[in-house]
Structure formats: structure tokens, C-alpha cells
């Protein structure tokens, strides 16, 4: 939790040419929540003996009771900690002032602990001024300034705001590597190399990788968020839950990757990969469920639905059609409620419950969820158009072809022809930029089939096809629709 050594030096030095506090009699601390452990009782007992010698404003005491405020954090006990930190803004805010380091570093704590309640709009507007005046007054490279930096970079991250969050957290991974705290730097490496890919930003994210330091657990973790190989990526999450206790939170996000890298192996027809993701998905949205945290319950109900509605067992398939689309809606309810309609998960969200109703409503007897999951894929298709950028022309595309198929359940010929045009478009950009960026020539061979498809097509509904009634269907500005190479309707 940063260089707790060097805060504590820093804040005596300020707060030692001080008037002098007197004996105060120490401020009552809050009703404890949860019994003290070792580290806790220990910095309570200390901060008591200091204030009695020194007086509770004392730089002594206010150090001594920033210990606890730490001990607090580590046993994850972050409202009793709020409260000890906040105590000891009140009392280093008058005296040092409002710019001093000792106030904005412990204004940085502050912040950093109303996030780690999930309190992310309260921490955000708290930590970006103390973020901008620590920035102003004592420049970037310093820990004072890195504090909010790196809360305001998880609170943008967490939100999917990674446009914000990278800058921040390029900043803080060059400060670590340049200052000598090389652990810190390879914690991130690996976050902030996946925003540099939500950007589409592949060299940085490369780079960042290549310049990370290695070693242990972290280098796993580099190379798993460093390679797009599934054999690659399973070697080394297995490697990471070798490497961890069974309970412990490391434990948890390995296999949360294991199942990231076996899904690729299960959709493609391996039966034990598959089996594996799914009994790991499920046992990690078990015990999520009883964490009951909605936004982490949301992402793993998607998930597990994601792998079941891609069972490789024929006989299982409608199944998993049915799973697939309840937890798509319950994933979909549960990110409103905590993030609300326009949230960037909310909305992908969204997406991924239409793509999952779309597949329930092609089965037989379900044909009456057709024209609500062709209206939700509508609705997702024009929210792609205005938004370039945020969805993905990989995934924009697979919608519009998914949308064709319900065109075809509804006999609407010419509509399944302009989808699959309109999908055609999609894929058509995303062949182009892989086949540049990273040499996956296996995108172009796919576009052509598209393309192709849709000529076919073309030809099978030329008799339904009336040209003056041939314009897209999709909302949005006609330029903003993109264009396909072969025949449109």
C-alpha cells in the first residue's frame, strides 16, 4: 500500500516546527466492527501511548494513528479506516494547510479508501482535486501525486472509461519503473496493456509488456495478457493457479484466466476445455454470489453464459439456449441497477442478452421472443453506428449476421439480405486493419466468405428485392453505416 516508512517520516518532518498540541486527550475511536487483529490492536496500542507523551496532534500520534488506519486496510476493515483517516485529515489540514504534502497525502489515502468500498462517483470527485493540486504543487513524479493518480486510473478502468484511465496509468507505471519500484510497475503492466487494447492500441500495449519487469507470478501474468496463442494462454494460467493459495484472491484471478483460455479451446469443439471453463465459471459465480457484489456477479453470470450457449453437445444445445438467455436478462438487470442504462457494461451487456435471446428465439417453440431479440439487435446495431469506437466492428458484425438469421425465421428475404451486407461492411474493416496489424490472415479468408454469403443471397432473394425499398434498415446516418464491397441491397 505505497511506501508507508516514507509517508510517516515525511508527515513528522512537516508537522514537527508545529505548535505544540498539549496533552489532549485522544479523540474516542469508532465502535469496531470486527474483532482487532494482532496488527490492529498493536497500532491502537501504540497511538494511545504516543498521544499520552505527546499530545494527540502531535506529528507523533498522527503517525502512530495512520498505522492503524494502514493495519485497518490490510485486514480490509476500509469504513473504521475511513474514519481513523479522515480524523487525521481534520487535524493536519488546519495546521499545515490545505496544499501541504502531509494533508494531501493522507487526502490520497482518503481517496484510495472510499474506492475500495466501491464508493466510485464519492472517490472520483474527492481525489481528482487532490490529484490536480498535488500535480500543480509537487509535480508527477512523486508518491503524494500518485496516490489519486492510481485511484482515479482503477475508478476509470473499473468503468470502462479507459480513454481517461490510460494516460493516468502510463504515468504511474513509468514513475514506478523509473523510481525503483519495479513490483508496483509489473502489477500494472498488465492492466494497463489490456486499456491499451480496448484502445486499440496494440504497439503500446506491446511495449508496455516488453518494458515490465518480469519474474514470478507477475511475468505469468504478463505473458497471459501479452499473447493471443489459447495453448500459451493455458500454460500459463495453469502456471498462476499452481502458484497461488487456494481462497486467496491470486487464486481467484487465475482462474478466472484459466477459463478466459480454455473458452477459445471449448468453442471450437473441445469437449474437456469446455467442461473444465464451465465448472470453473460456475464456482467462481458461486462464490461471487455470496460476496454479493452486483457488477462482479453480472460479469460472471455473462460468462458462464457465453460458455453455455456454445455447448459442443448437439443434445445439450437448446439447454443451453435457455440457460444462456436467463442469465443474459439477470446479468443484463443486475448492471442497470448498480450502473444504470448508459453505462458502457450496461450496454454490452445488453448486447450480449439479445445475441443469447436471438439464439433461444430460433428454436422451435420459442418463436415468439423473435421480434423482441430482432428489436434489441436493431436497437444494438444503430448504437454501434453512433458510437464508433465503443463496440467493436468484430462484434457489431457478428450481430447484424445474427440478425439476418431471425430475418430469415420471419420470412423477411430482403431484410436478411441487407444484414448480411451490413455484416459484410463490418468484417471487411476488421479483416483490413488484422491483416496490417498483426498479420491474422485468417480475418480475410473469413470476409471473403461473407462477402461471398451475401452475393449469394443477392441472387436467391433477386426476385423479392425491389430497389426503391432497398435502404438500410438500421438507425443512424447513412454515411455512418459501413459500406461492403459486393452487392447491397
Not at 467442461?275 to 453470470?301: C, F, H, K, Y
Amino acid at each position: 500500500m505505497g511506501n508507508l516508512a516514507a509517508w510517516a517520516m515525511g508527515l513528522s518532518i512537516l508537522l514537527a516546527a508545529l505548535p505544540a498540541q498539549g496533552s489532549a486527550v485522544p479523540r474516542p475511536t469508532p465502535v469496531q466492527a470486527a474483532t482487532d487483529s494482532a496488527a490492529v490492536a498493536t497500532a491502537r496500542q501504540d497511538w494511545r501511548r504516543q498521544v499520552q507523551a505527546t499530545g494527540a496532534n502531535s506529528g507523533q500520534a498522527l503517525n502512530a494513528r495512520f498505522l492503524i488506519v494502514h493495519a485497518l486496510i490490510q485486514d480490509g476493515r476500509h469504513i473504521e479506516a475511513e474514519t481513523e483517516a479522515r480524523a487525521i485529515e481534520a487535524a493536519v489540514r488546519p495546521m499545515a494547510g490545505p496544499k501541504a504534502l502531509a494533508t494531501l497525502q493522507i487526502q490520497g489515502w482518503i481517496g484510495e479508501i472510499l474506492m475500495n468500498q466501491g464508493r466510485l462517483a464519492e472517490a472520483e470527485a474527492y481525489a481528482l482535486p487532490v490529484y490536480r493540486s498535488a500535480l500543480a504543487s509537487y509535480g508527477a513524479n512523486t508518491e503524494v501525486t500518485d496516490r489519486p493518480r492510481m485511484t482515479l486510473a482503477g475508478i476509470f478502468g473499473v468503468q470502462d472509461r479507459d480513454a481517461e484511465a490510460a494516460p493516468l496509468a502510463q504515468a504511474s507505471f513509468d514513475y514506478y519503473r523509473h523510481h525503483g519500484q519495479p513490483d508496483k510497475a509489473a502489477e500494472i503492466a498488465g492492466s494497463l496493456a489490456i486499456i491499451y487494447r480496448n484502445l486499440d492500441q496494440e504497439e503500446a500495449a506491446t511495449q508496455v509488456l516488453i518494458l515490465a519487469p518480469r519474474g514470478g507470478p507477475q511475468q505469468l501474468r504478463n505473458v497471459f495478457d501479452a499473447s493471443d496463442d489459447p495453448v500459451v494462454r493455458q500454460q500459463t494460467a495453469r502456471g498462476l493457479v499452481e502458484a497461488s493459495q487456494p481462497g486467496s484472491q491470486d487464486r481467484e484471478g487465475a482462474e478466472r484466466r484459466l477459463v478466459l483460455a480454455l473458452t477459445p479451446l471449448a468453442q471450437v469443439g473441445d469437449r474437456a476445455a469446455y467442461d473444465e471453463a464451465l465448472t470453473l465459471a460456475r464456482r467462481l459465480l458461486a462464490n461471487e454470489t455470496m460476496q454479493g457484489d452486483p457488477v462482479a456477479i453480472a460479469r460472471l453470470e455473462n460468462g458462464v453464459a457465453q460458455l453455455v450457449s456454445r455447448n459442443p453437445s448437439e443434445d445439450a444445445k437448446a439447454a443451453g439456449y435457455v440457460e444462456a438467455a436467463a442469465l443474459g436478462q439477470s446479468a443484463l438487470a443486475r448492471m442497470r441497477t448498480a450502473r444504470g442504462d448508459d453505462d458502457p457494461q450496461t450496454v454490452s451487456l445488453r448486447m450480449s442478452a439479445a445475441i443469447y435471446t436471438a439464439q433461444l428465439a430460433m428454436l422451435p417453440g420459442h418463436a415468439d421472443l423473435v421480434p423482441a431479440a430482432l428489436v434489441e439487435l436493431e436497437w444494438s446495431q444503430a448504437y454501434a453506428t453512433s458510437h464508433p469506437g465503443v463496440v467493436s466492428k468484430e462484434d457489431a458484425g457478428s450481430m447484424a449476421i445474427v440478425q439476418a438469421g431471425l430475418r430469415v425465421h420471419l420470412g423477411d428475404e430482403g431484410g436478411a439480405y441487407r444484414s448480411v451486407a451490413v455484416a459484410s461492411g463490418w468484417f471487411q474493416s476488421v479483416a483490413e486493419a488484422r491483416a496490417r496489424t498483426s498479420g491474422n490472415r485468417n480475418y480475410m479468408s473469413e470476409w471473403s466468405d461473407l462477402t461471398r454469403s451475401q452475393v449469394r443471397r443477392a441472387w436467391d432473394y433477386a426476385e423479392t428485392l425491389i430497389p426503391s425499398s432497398a435502404e438500410p434498415e438500421e438507425t443512424g446516418r447513412a454515411e455512418d453505416v459501413p459500406d461492403a464491397s459486393g452487392p447491397v441491397g
